[in-house]
C-alpha cells in the first residue's frame, strides 16, 4: 500500500506550474497563493460563527478586546490586506466595497493584475450553517504600469480574465482556480493547515440530472425559460428527464456541485427584476470562466457571459451555467445558441 502518497499543496502547485513555464514572472502564482492564505483565516472565522454569539456577536469586542466585525466584512478584509501586501495586485473591486480600491502604492502600481471579489458570498446562510464561498476574478492590467490602476482595469469582458477561482466553505473547505491551462481544486488539510490538490485537472460533465433554479419566481420567468424548466420535469428517454432539482440558494454550492456532478445552474432575470439578481464581474464572469475551462457553457440567455463587455462594477446579469448538453437543450427552448 502506497504510504507516502506525495501531496501537492497549493504552493507547491503554483511554484511547480511556474517550474513548467519559466517565463513567467510568479505574480499570478503569488496572488493565487495570496486568496489561498486569506482563506484559511476566513475558513476558521466562518466555522466558529455558531460559536459568534460566545465570542460577542458583531459590533461588539471579542475576549481579545478586538471589535467582532460581520464575516463578510471580515472576510472583504481579509482578502483585501492579502493583496495589499502582496505584490501581485494593483487594486480591487468588491461587493462589500461601493468602488474600486486603488492601492496606490511603490510596489502595487508596478503590479500587472487587479482582483475583483465577493468576499463571502451567501453569507446570509451561516447562520444555518448551509455552504458559503468566495469568488475572485482576475485581470492583467490595462494600464500603464507604474503609474495607478484604473476603472478601466476593472470593466473588461470576462474573455479577458488571466484567472478565476472559488472557495467553498462547506463539509471541506475547497479552493478552485482556472487558468488558461485548466481547473485544478484544493482541499484544505487542517492537519498541516494547506491546501492540497485533492481535484486535478476538473472536467465538467457533458449531462447531468440536476437542475438548480428558484422555482419561488417561476411564475416571473420568461416563457421560454418556463418551458424548459417544465422539460426538466417531465419524463424524456432522450435526455434521461426528468432531472433531479437541487437549489442551496448558495451558487457556490450549487455551481460548484453541477461543475463536479453535471447539471444547470439558472439565475433568470424576472418581471421585478429583470437582470437577476447575480453580479457580472465577481460572481458570473469567475464561474463562467471557470466552467467553459472545464467544458461547459455560460450564457445570460442571449450571449456568452464571458463577451459581455461590462459598463459599471456592481452590475446585474441573468445567469445560465452549467454542462454543455444541457446549455444546449436550454437554447433549444430559447432558440438563442449562443456561439
Ligand atoms: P435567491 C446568495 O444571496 C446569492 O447571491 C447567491 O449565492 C445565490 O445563488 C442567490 O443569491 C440566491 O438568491 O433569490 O434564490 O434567494
Not at 6 to 34: C, H, V, W, Y
Not at 283 to 293: D, G, R, S, Y
Amino acid at each position: 500500500m502506497a504510504i507516502n502518497r506525495k501531496i501537492q499543496t497549493l504552493d507547491e502547485f503554483t511554484i511547480q506550474q511556474m517550474r513548467n513555464f519559466p517565463q513567467a514572472t510568479g505574480e499570478l502564482s503569488g496572488l493565487l497563493r495570496d486568496m489561498g492564505l486569506a482563506a484559511k483565516r476566513v475558513h476558521v472565522e466562518v466555522n466558529k460563527a455558531g460559536l459568534v454569539d460566545i465570542l460577542g456577536d458583531a459590533g461588539t469586542m471579542n475576549v481579545q478586546g478586538e471589535e467582532v466585525k460581520k464575516l463578510d466584512v471580515f472576510a472583504n478584509n481579509q482578502f483585501m490586506g492579502v493583496l495589499q501586501h502582496g505584490i501581485s495586485c494593483a487594486g480591487i473591486g468588491s461587493e462589500e466595497l461601493d468602488d474600486i480600491v486603488v492601492f496606490d502604492d511603490e510596489v502595487s502600481n508596478q503590479s500587472k493584475y487587479v482582483c475583483l471579489f465577493d468576499p463571502l458570498d451567501g453569507s446570509s446562510n451561516i447562520d444555518v450553517n448551509v455552504s458559503i464561498g468566495t469568488i475572485f476574478s482576475v485581470f492583467r492590467r490595462v494600464s500603464e504600469l507604474g503609474k495607478p490602476a484604473t476603472k478601466a482595469d476593472f470593466l473588461q469582458a470576462g474573455n479577458k480574465q488571466v484567472a478565476a477561482g472559488y472557495v467553498i466553505y462547506g463539509s471541506s473547505t475547497m479552493l478552485v482556480y482556472a487558468t488558461r491551462r485548466g481547473v485544478n481544486g484544493f482541499t484544505l488539510d487542517q492537519s498541516i493547515g494547506e491546501f492540497t490538490l485533492s481535484h486535478p485537472d476538473i472536467q465538467c460533465p457533458d449531462t447531468g440530472k440536476i437542475y438548480s433554479v428558484n422555482h419561488g419566481n417561476f411564475f416571473q420567468y420568461e416563457e421560454k425559460v418556463k418551458e424548459y424548466i417544465n422539460a426538466c420535469q417531465r419524463k424524456n428517454k432522450d435526455n434521461g428527464g426528468p432531472y433531479t432539482q437541487r437549489y442551496i440558494g448558495s451558487m457556490v454550492a450549487d455551481v460548484h456541485r453541477n461543475l463536479i456532478k453535471g447539471g444547470i445552474f439558472m439565475y433568470p432575470g424576472t418581471t421585478d427584476k429583470p437582470k437577476g439578481k447575480l453580479r457580472l464581474l465577481y460572481e458570473c464572469n469567475p464561474f463562467a470562466f471557470i466552467v467553459e475551462k472545464a467544458g461547459g457553457k455560460a450564457t445570460n440567455g442571449k450571449q456568452r457571459i464571458l463577451d459581455i463587455e461590462p459598463t459599471e462594477i456592481h452590475q446585474r446579469t441573468p445567469m445560465f451555467i452549467g454542462s454543455k448538453l444541457m446549455m444546449e437543450e436550454l437554447e433549444s427552448f430559447t432558440q438563442q445558441a449562443t456561439k
